[in-house]
């Protein structure tokens, strides 16, 4: 099978890319639901913890690609921490003339920022552990995701996977006949990336409409049909599903019980 | 004895075509994202707490995908399910910060975006629908954003949801409408349903 | 009781919104199970809307109106939708790049297998079996989009087969491919037959590689030939139509097998084992007045005739030096961390070679031997792995014409990037390549040849030192190869120099002075056109083959200009093919 290209970084083979992909997603969904009610930063610290040791030891990525992977996370948490700290009204810790931070802003930020490094860690362990066309046959597997669906999303991915190359090769058609500026360099400025992204959707749209009839010419959509490559789904599987519950679970009971987790009416506090 | 066909269009189920055109829009406006989002990033971190603020201009874009699809493929649900495809391709494929959440935010753009089409019985394509359209899309995915990333009890609530509002209108109304018209200017998606409208308009003229 | 046929046409016609003309007018053809069919027809004449009609695409997918009724294996396409269609039909459409869709190349071939629910045990073991009927059992564990344009129609032609249809739709399915591709794809029809006993229909252009020694014998039994008008001239067994048509074909610019052409242009039938046919030929080989324009130049060209042409090889516009082509170097160069990890092989080393004013040079190879890949090196668009490329900004036409497009309509298309008072040479241009009819259609409405006239035209319509095209006749009927080739010639005499790749030998003798071989990862041969095609071990090497034609007239001459003036005699007898096309108009 193809290497999650898209990934920044493969864990082929490792133990958690032998997982079933629609059970991985579904636990990141779970958890990153929950975590949508958790509004203090206790709580995200020990399950970011958790989960960057487990996802480190089943995944077995490299220290550099774990850290590169982190990158638009934090950036992305700095952010929220930032201006939650500045701008949330409530008890005033420093102050410097428009510039004000409260201990509510540093609480709340902390928890959003957190809060996006264990989506953050739980979304590097999912695409550095899975396929996504396996993860798309698991799904037509295991999710009842219609056939036709499940194709033209794959379609789509091949599209994705040549886009780069396509959007440079447009990018050049363009170019070869494009009128030179009087310095004598090519174009540049904004009007000729709207071209090429125009081209690249137009020259998109036409493969896609050729792409579907070749589908359809390959009997896409005709029933019964047959599955070759099964997407295992064991017990293994639902035993991983069972203790990530578990111990989430685990965490907010505790959490809960020592008196850290805060829903949502802390925004309001 | 001859018969004539040009076929009618069965309501029933999606046709293949329609489903790829809208996994393409996903991919296509997915790519351009995900470019414009590795600029955009490196710059939203040099602009510090105000990064945060600045990604309310640019959130129309988001709703792009949407009218454009309703407006090719003329049939229900398909903003929704157009902005849903772009987000599994953003999440599952490039791997976006947001996570799978997404895909309920778009979800609740998708059916903003939707509602003023469907209002219409996606029969009016006019400049009010498109901008009604962005206005709704981003105004909806505004109380969901905002619950999910603690906005609400923030100082800057307000300014972030009239940016918002203003960049829904612009980047994901407006914007839409010149770009389905050139579209449809280059024949390509003659053989969708806007094909067959603007055949019939042509012929009644 | 008589066999349901395989394929009903009765009085067919198709029609497009805002095309005032029909594309197909009153086709009525019956074909039997197991019947083979070929198409013959001029560039734009309907043969692919004539597959897309059998397939049910018109009118189901496509915007457009059929009457008359068409019917597979006893179920009429209106009824029945294009999924419902498939059970009965395989297709390879003509455009090679949309042949492939899922990102895996086994992935696409069990498909069809899935979908028509064969047992999960047995689709492996197809799959391989399907792969190796077309000369392709290495490109299994690929990714699609690593596949050069040949080894991507291989595959897409793999899973047309590989669900065993009943019937096969084959749109050009050759036009890319490399000698030992064609012998594949031959074998692999053959094949089909053999085990499942299929009906075809096949569109093809390169009639001769195809047919093989065989001759018009190694050509579907039976014929059709579609008018400009789309309606069906002629019908019935393959060699009789042929024959009796010939020269009416041959002037209309259809490409015909040998045999069929030579008989069209010297009035005897045979072929080449004919002494009166060798003969006629070799009266075309004799001189007349004016006619050196077309004989090559060449550096170490011999040139035995008495009135040597001037030579116009100029001075050098672009030069490689110890490039090396790897496509890893464009992937460094994009910072997309997750791919750098595959070190990307050189796919040619240590290329050396100039470009030169007036010179028209050949880029020949296998499939998959990297001939797109240097093309871009030269151009600049994609950097070398070591070594430089140094010269003018060349001009480039892309092995997709689609990439190109950038305007709303034809003309605009052609006059894009030009200056503003470029009207007259607009005009011309789109004169030249037969697009005038064509003017305010939108680029992507059009046929397969249309698009890479257009490709072509729009790029020649500005002025370069230097013009790189990949395959840039790929698809074309013989008038427009023999229009783009005297385009390419004035090009050149212009003082540009002109480097193009084809896997069409007698094209590339019509018109190249120069040929560059590429082969075991790097160029093993470069030199005048007819020494590389003389050199038996050169060509073993890169799996090239000469056309009977070609074979003969090397072995039967010794001067260049001899044979040039024989194939140059042969393209006269095209109509509209050196002068301005007449035929444009009817279509209008
Ligand atoms: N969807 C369409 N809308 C309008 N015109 C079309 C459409 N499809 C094809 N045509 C036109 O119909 C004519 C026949 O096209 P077709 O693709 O069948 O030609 P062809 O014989 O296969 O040519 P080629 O050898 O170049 O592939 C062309 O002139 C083309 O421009
Ligand atoms: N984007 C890519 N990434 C990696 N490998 C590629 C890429 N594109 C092509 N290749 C590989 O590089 C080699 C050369 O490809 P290229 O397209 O240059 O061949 P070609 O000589 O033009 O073949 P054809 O005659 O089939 O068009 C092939 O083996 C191909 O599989
Ligand atoms: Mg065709
Ligand atoms: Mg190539």
Redesign the pocket.
Known sequence: MTAATTSAFTASGSVLARRNPTVKLALLFVVSLAMVFVFDPVTPAVLYIVALATIQASTRLPVKAMALGHVPFVAFGLGIFLVNALSRPGQILWEAGPVRVTVEGLSVGGSLALRTLVIGILAIGFVASTDGVALMGSLHQHARLGSRVTYAVLAGYRMLQEMP?EWQTIRQAHAVRARLRPDGTLPRGLSAYRRAAFALLVVSVRKGERMAQSLESRGLGLSPRTTWRKIPLNSTDWLMATTVLAVLGGILALSHILGFLEGYDALFS | MSTSTTPARTRSSWSLKDLVLLVVLGVVFGFLYWVFVQAWTALSILMGPAGDLSQHFLAGSWLLVAPIAIAIVQRPFAGVIAEVLASVIEVVFLGSAVGPMLFIAAAIQGIGSEIPFAATRYRSYGWATYALSGLLGAGLVFFYSAFRSGWYGQDVFFLRLVIHLISGLVLGGLLAKVIVDNLAKTGVVDNFAIGRTRLGKANAR | MPAEPALQLTDVSVEFPRRDSAVLRGVTLRLDPGEHLIVFGASGSGKSTLLQAITGVVPHTVLSTLTGSVSVNGTSTIDASVVELSRHIGVLSQDPSSGVCLPDVEQELALPLENRAVPPEQISARIDHALAAVGAAGLRQ?QT?????????RVALAASLIAEPALLLLDEPTS???PAGLTAVRQAIDAATAAFGPSVVLVEHRLDDYAGPAGIAGLPERAVVLGDDGRVLADGDTAAVLAGSAGQLNARGCWLPLETELLAVTGRPGGLATPEVRAALRALALPREGDDLQAPRGLGMPNDDGASPAPRIGDTVLTARNVC?S??A??KKRRRPRRTAET?PA?LKHVNFELRRGEITALL????????????TLAGLLPPAEGSVAGARPGMVF?NPEHQFVAHSVVDEVRHGLPGDAGRLVKTVLDQHRLIHLADQSPFRLSGGEKRRLSVAAMLAHDRPSLLA??PTFGLDRRDTIATAAAFRQAAAAGRAIFF?S?DLRTVATLADRAVV?AEHTVIADGAIFDVLRDPDVLMRAGLRLPPLLDWLLAEFDSAPDIRRVLNGLDAAVSGATTAPQLSGSRV
Not at chain 3, 145 to 153: F, V, Y
């Open positions: 190359r | 690929r989009d690593r596949l050069s344009g040949g080894e991507g129609q890319m491919l490399d082509v496509r890893g464009e992937l990307a796919i190879g296998a499939n998959g031997t990297g001939k797109t890949s240097l093309l871009l092995q990949d395959e790749s896997h590429v």
